[in-house]
């Protein structure tokens, strides 16, 4: 998440939305500029991530765009959901008129925002045309001029028969931040009363025949509350969809100033602003400028109230403050004003790099290391999953680091995920989902730096070192027969890889 704050969410569901109504082909060409999308997607083991992965058919819905400035004389561009196109080996597209699949390429995914371009092959995009006519591309709106209230109508693929499918227009009920299921990140995004079921992710809501925004998940426990990300987030992103580096990541804890607060910061009743009560040290607001303890008092001269919001133009209405950074890149201009030890300060500068979460929520092979009879990984949010379905309680794990910042930059929890019969240890329970906190007394930033750590200490002539775990526990790693352990590893057990293939990401 951009700015992890103390909030409780709703149970969200990555969307597949919509539509049960007929469509009308005399006036529109939408069941051709829209398509089912057919992914099939590699299932990794995260708990245990050595083992062979599985794979699933994934259906969602999708749309032909244009876009002249970041894909010059590119046709056949589709847009979708990154949790479509997710991990997928294999993707195709067909527009329910006729049986055919067509194959295409991924050009790019932004798991940050839950969108993936796609780009029909130019030899299957021939045929497509030969079959159903040249396609235009649906224009592009601006989500910015959307109000509650407006109504609009969404188009796809859902689940419940082979033809594309209208939902009746619905009402735009909301328009806040919020929580992006797929990558666990807040941006804008667009409440809507549309009737929305699985199948619909990725397909386009429309309003005044352009496309405003792309459906993707609702909440799962009630009726026709469903949400699209606004086009105008995913416009902004496309330049940075092959540098995804430059979009930043800034992560602080803010609170509200309680009276009390405010007596002892010496502010008025009329000041607005928030506290920030948390800040990594060398992460990207600490290298900005700003501390611990700062008051925000505004951004980009937007004045940010008691409840951290801001009257912002361009939506017509008071929002989160984050949103003004949201639409920032890395190396953007930034103006923060702050009251600091009683002053007042405004800082200058271009928004900074930030760190990524302690645990992540990734859409990449996980990292682990088998070495010595025991197996190792890097946690997230998928592997706290895995290893429930594998009969490892880890969820002591999520409550102890779920909503923790790391306090250095890289930094990421390693635990102990397996313990080998060929380690010859007979009770393994006591050390399963433990966290490996040091190694010869020296605490692991990572698991890269853990297997430097460990290949420093072989070259130095160490025959055996002792990992320090969470709960005060010590396991002793033979490193003279780690070699020949793990060989009868992968042996026994079929184990093809001991380390991430391709490398630590």
Request: with cysteine.
């Amino acid at each position: 998440m951009r700015f992890l704050l103390a909030i409780c969410l709703m149970l969200f569901i990555p969307f597949d939305p919509v539509i049960y109504a007929n469509t009308d082909e005399s006036k529109l060409v939408f069941d051709t500029q829209i398509v089912a999308i057919f992914s099939t997607q590699l299932v990794l083991n995260y708990g245990k991530p050595w083992s062979s992965p599985s794979f699933r058919s994934v259906r969602g819905s999708g749309f032909f765009f244009k876009d002249d400035n970041n894909y010059p004389d590119h046709r056949g561009l589709i847009l979708t959901n990154a949790h479509v196109t997710a991990m997928a080996s294999k993707i195709e597209v067909s527009n329910g008129k006729e049986k055919r699949r067509y194959r295409v390429e991924l050009l790019g995914e932004c798991h940050w925002a839950d969108f993936a371009v796609l780009k029909m092959r130019s030899d299957e995009l021939e045929v497509y045309e030969q079959r159903n006519g040249i396609i235009a591309p649906l224009e592009l709106g601006n989500s910015d001029r959307l109000r509650v209230g407006d109504r609009v109508s969404g188009w796809g693929y859902p689940f419940g028969g082979e033809r594309i499918s209208k939902s009746e227009e619905g009402n735009i009920n909301r328009i806040e931040l919020g929580t992006y299921e797929h990558l666990k990140k807040k941006w804008l995004l667009i409440q809507t009363s549309l009737q929305m079921n699985s199948g619909n992710s990725g397909g386009p809501i429309i309003k005044d025949k352009k496309v405003v925004g792309i459906a993707f998940q609702g909440i799962s426990a009630s009726d026709r509350i469903n949400y699209f990300i606004p086009i105008n987030l995913v416009k902004m992103l496309l330049p940075l969809l092959h540098d995804q580096d430059l979009i930043p990541s800034w992560q602080f804890k803010t609170q509200t100033i309680s009276p009390q607060l405010r007596r002892y910061f010496g502010l008025s009743p009329q000041d607005g602003g928030l506290l920030l009560s948390h800040v990594i040290t060398e992460g990207g607001p600490y290298q900005f400028g700003l501390r611990p303890n700062d008051i925000l008092l505004s951004m980009d001269g937007h004045a940010i109230d008691n409840y951290g919001e801001v009257f912002f133009d361009p939506l017509g209405q008071r929002i989160e403050f984050e949103e003004i950074f949201n639409r920032k890149k890395v190396g953007d201009p930034l103006s923060v004003k702050v009251m600091r030890n009683g002053k007042l300060l405004e800082i200058r500068g271009k928004v900074t790099p930030g760190v990524s979460e302690l645990i992540p929520k990734t859409y990449s092979k996980p990292n682990f290391i088998i070495y010595g009879g025991i197996g190792f990984i890097e946690l997230t949010q998928d592997s706290i999953r895995g290893l429930a379905n594998s009969g490892i309680n880890a969820w002591p794990l999520q409550l102890m680091y779920g909503e923790a910042f790391p306090e250095r930059p890289h930094q990421k929890i390693v635990i102990v995920v397996e313990i080998f019969p060929e380690y010859g240890l007979v009770d393994t329970e006591p050390y399963l989902a433990k966290r490996v906190e040091t190694l010869e007394g020296e605490k692991i930033l990572n698991i890269q730096d853990f297997v430097k750590k460990i290949q420093w200490l072989r070259q130095s002539g160490k025959k055996s070192v002792l990992l320090g775990l969470s709960d005060q526990l010590r396991l002793p790693l033979d490193l003279n027969r780690a070699s020949e352990i793990d060989e009868k590893i992968k042996l026994n057990y079929g184990i093809l890889h001991t380390i991430t293939p391709g490398g630590f990401s």
